[in-house]
């Protein structure tokens, strides 16, 4: 079956790094597209970027474009997603989702269990 | 794409007919999906390409629409259902999501 395992918690200071991981099982990681997603507390999900586990290719929100970075390492079956120059308001829960199909229009049919980024001096 | 669900919110007792809708800011084809966010859980597909049924999820839950409006109906509401409930378009970037519906007990 399909599981996502993310990273711990993690509490961050103003202007440093994140990088979460997500580690695949149960399907052919490069087949995949994986998303990123998070969500603030008590907020709504945003969107913000997927990673070609195959070409490692990318595509980022602008929202976040020159911040995030999306990485993986197929011999492991793992994707990572960075963030960088951190702000109090990137406090989040980060999911990594994996498409259902694929196709470019594919909703998130797999989900990891989410990654608490705290962000605070 | 800015999509615009209503309710935010409301509140239904067990065994009601309860109707979401989502309305996409430009034309979407049939590129939605819809998600079931429990607290503290991450989200769960229960539809995409606006009306098909992923596998699994109850056959109470039900999707409609094309191009800007879409509903999300579940035709009676069980015990289990009470969460918020967010729809994302998939047609261009960025895959922008509802700001959600939170279905609450009456």
């Known amino acids: 079956q399909v599981q996502l395992v993310q990273s711990g918690a993690e509490v961050k200071k103003p202007g440093a790094s994140v990088k979460v991981s997500c580690k695949a099982s149960g399907y052919t990681f490069t087949g995949y597209y994986m998303h990123w997603v998070r969500q603030a507390p008590g907020q709504g999900l945003e969107w913000m970027g997927w990673i070609n586990p195959n070409s490692g290719g990318t595509n980022y929100a602008q929202k976040f474009q020159g911040r995030v970075t999306m990485t993986r390492d197929t011999s492991i079956s793992t994707a990572y997603m960075e963030l960088s120059r951190l702000r109090s308001d990137d406090t989040a829960v980060y999911y990594c989702a994996r498409v259902l199909y694929s196709s470019s229009w594919s909703a998130l049919g797999y989900w990891g269990q989410g990654t608490l980024v705290t962000v605070s001096s | 794409i800015q999509l615009t669900q209503s309710p935010s919110s409301l509140s239904a007792s067990v065994g009601d007919r309860v109707t979401i809708t989502c309305r996409a800011s430009?034309?979407?084809?049939?590129?939605l999906a819809w998600y079931q966010q429990k607290p503290g859980k991450a989200p769960k597909l229960l539809i995409y390409a606006a009306s098909t049924l992923q596998s699994g999820v109850p056959s109470r839950f039900s999707g409609s629409g094309s191009g800007t409006d879409f509903t999300l109906t579940i035709s009676s509401l069980q015990p289990e259902d009470f969460a918020t409930y967010y729809c994302?378009?998939?047609?261009?970037?960025?895959?922008?999501f509802g700001q959600g519906t939170k279905v609450e007990i009456k």
């Open positions: 430009q034309g979407i084809s049939s590129y």
């Open positions: 994302q378009q998939l047609n261009s970037y960025p895959r922008t």
